[in-house]
T-cell receptor, first 113, second 115 residues
Framework: KAGVTQTPRYLIKTRGQQVTLSCSPI?????VSWYQQTPGQGLQFLFE???????NKGNFPGRFSGRQFSNSRSEMNVSTLELGDSALYLC????????????FGPGTRLTVT | AQTVTQSQPEMSVQEAETVTLSCTYD???????LFWYKQPPSRQMILVIR??????QNATENRFSVNFQKAAKSFSLKISDSQLGDAAMYFC????????????FGPGTSLSVIP
């Protein structure tokens, strides 16, 4: 099986812009979770989608949003970018039914200037 | 709310030796999972080992084993016969079964392996 893929791998944006990141889960997985990783805050949970519904949400401002499509692919959007949004954004997929074993993608490195 | 603490920001071990990474957690849930993830310089997160809280037997995966002390809320990782490829950041993590896939991670321990 192909692993979790994330696009793009690297991104440079300017403050105030918006950005959309994409995640394709492992075939058959219906749950996609998003995490933000920074040196200062570590790994923080953003949100989780299962069958196109957001089931769980972390403590991030409304500028961070996501969605999931019928094919389980997920996108994450950040509007009005701030310098502090510079981070590695990781997505992980699982079958979402109780195995609780997440498989991570390689991440998208976002730099905000 | 769940919290995960890793008190050792950095550790080092000689190749072929054994090292233990510490982790403590706090949760009010009675049914949960604990994990150790490895993140090498490539940044690809890899699941190392998983422990279900209701299982008393400590999980093992080849050279990796855990010491799970439920009452003390402690979950340490032991790496035996350390190899150069074990050098990475190691994250301890906790998942409540009622929180779907919301995994709470500790701050990580950077492990160096000395040849």
């Amino acid at each position: 099986k192909a692993g979790v893929t994330q696009t793009p791998r690297y991104l440079i944006k300017t403050r105030g812009q918006q950005v959309t990141l994409s995640c394709s889960p492992i075939s058959g997985h219906r749950s996609v979770s998003w995490y933000q990783q920074t040196p200062g805050q570590g790994l923080q949970f953003l949100f989780e989608y299962f069958s196109e519904t957001q089931r769980n949400k972390g403590n991030f401002p409304g500028r961070f949003s996501g969605r999931q499509f019928s094919n389980s692919r997920s996108e994450m959007n950040v509007s009005t970018l701030e310098l502090g949004d510079s981070a590695l954004y990781l997505c992980a997929s699982s079958d979402g039914t109780g195995a609780y074993e997440q498989y991570f993608g390689p991440g998208t490195r976002l730099t905000v200037t | 709310a769940q919290t995960v603490t890793q008190s050792q920001p950095e550790m080092s071990v000689q190749e072929a030796e054994t090292v233990t990474l510490s982790c403590t957690y706090d949760t009010s849930e009675s049914d949960y999972y604990l994990f150790w993830y490895k993140q090498p310089p490539s940044r690809q997160m890899i699941l190392v080992i998983r422990q279900e809280a209701y299982k008393q037997q400590n999980a093992t995966e080849n050279r990796f084993s855990v010491n799970f002390q439920k009452a003390a809320k402690s979950f340490s990782l032991k790496i035996s016969d350390s190899q150069l490829g074990d050098a990475a950041m190691y994250f301890c993590a906790c998942l409540s079964k009622t929180s779907y896939d919301k995994v709470i991670f500790g701050p990580g321990t950077s492990l160096s392996v000395i040849p």
